[in-house]
């Protein structure tokens, strides 16, 4: 395993975007999109005309459409139905074993494996566990680095429950490492990302056991 670190204070100062297409241009259409796959095969060295790769530019697209769905949708989701009436909890919310798909940013290949996500709940509340799980598979769902994933997640917590401290494990294992360059099998990659009074090296090491069981 190699274990990452994302830069202290680095997602603190950049705005979460309610929507990834917000700083995108405007999109090609549906026909130019399966054009483009199109070229891809051709430049490939195959025939896109033959029967087995006649129908693969609309699969493509269409698989694309799921692939980054997070682009039409909004992270605000997390600010609704959060629960004021808590009786009193101030201590650590974790929720472990998110399972995600993503694709990164370089190269287009996916990557995939689990969020385990760590909370000190502030003065909004705390949020049901459907809205957590909402988040990761809405920010999975757009091309990233696993360690921009890891900071966004954060970072998305951070702004909308407004916690004491927030802490975000991502575990990932990633298909480039299996069919580019080293092409090594298992092994995986873990990105960490704390705020607040996750800084705390005594909270750290009461999340990281838990998440461990």
């Not at 999109?33 to 029967?51: F, I, K, N, S």
């Not at 049901?128 to 809405?138: A, S």
């Not at 997640?153 to 299996?178: F, N, R, W």
Request: with cysteine; charged share 25%.
């Amino acid at each position: 395993m190699v274990e990452l670190s994302t830069a202290s204070g680095l997602w603190k100062d950049i705005a979460v975007p309610e929507r990834a297409s917000e700083h995108a241009v405007k999109p090609p259409s549906r026909a130019e999109a399966e054009a483009a796959v199109r070229t891809l095969l051709l430049w490939a060295g195959d025939d896109p005309d033959r029967e087995g790769l006649r129908d693969t530019p609309a699969r493509v697209v269409k698989a694309y459409e799921e692939f980054f769905s997070g682009y039409r949708s909004h992270v605000r989701d997390l600010a609704t139905h959060i629960f004021t009436e808590v009786h009193g909890y101030n201590d650590l919310v974790l929720v472990r074993d998110l399972v995600f798909a993503s694709h990164q940013a370089d190269n287009l290949l996916p990557f995939r494996g689990k969020v385990h996500i760590g909370y000190y709940p502030g003065a909004a509340g705390v949020v049901g566990l459907p809205k957590i799980e909402r988040l990761v598979d809405v920010l999975a769902r757009r091309l990233h680095t696993q360690e921009s994933f890891t900071g966004l997640i954060a970072a998305t917590i951070d702004k909308y429950l407004q916690p004491e401290g927030c802490a975000v494990m991502v575990e990932a294992s990633h298909l480039y490492a299996q069919v580019l360059g080293a092409k090594r099998e298992g092994g995986g990659t873990i990105t960490t990302q704390y705020t607040g009074i996750f800084k705390e090296a005594a909270r750290q090491m009461r999340f990281f056991s838990l998440v461990r069981g």
